[in-house]
C-alpha cells in the first residue's frame, strides 16, 4: 500500500480554497484546509503534514507565520506559497526563507499538479503516478 501525502491548504479566502480542493481531490493526497494561523498550526500538530500550500496572506498573518510553524513542526514539511504580489526579489526572499515553490496566485490546475509533484519528488509513489 503506497502512502498518500497529507496537505494542508492555508487561505482564508473561500473561493480559492474551493478552486484549490477541486484541483486537489484528484490526486493521491490526503487534503486539510485551514483559515487562520490557528487553524493552521493545529492541523500541523495533528495530522503529520507534508506539504503546505499556502496564500502569501491570510486573515490574521502572512505566510511568514505559516512557514515558521511549519519549520517548527517539522523542518522537511515542502512549503508552496501562491504569490499574489511581488518580483522576482519578493520570490527570491521566499526561498531564503524556506518556501520550496512559488506559484502565482493567478495558476491553473496543471500549475499545482506540477508543482507539487516537483515539491514531492522521491517523498511518494503515488503523487508521480497522478501526473
Known sequence: MVRKLNLLVVSSRLERKRELLRILDELPLNVYAAGSVEEADDALRTHGINVVLCDERISDG??????ALSIYSD????????????GPEERWKARQLGVTEVVDARFEPTDIELTLIHATRGQ????????
Open 62 to 67: 502572512t505566510y511568514h507565520n505559516i512557514l
Open 75 to 86: 523542518p522537511k514539511i515542502q512549503f508552496v506559497l501562491l504569490m499574489t504580489t511581488g
Open 124 to 131: 511518494t509513489p503515488a503523487m508521480h503516478a497522478a501526473g
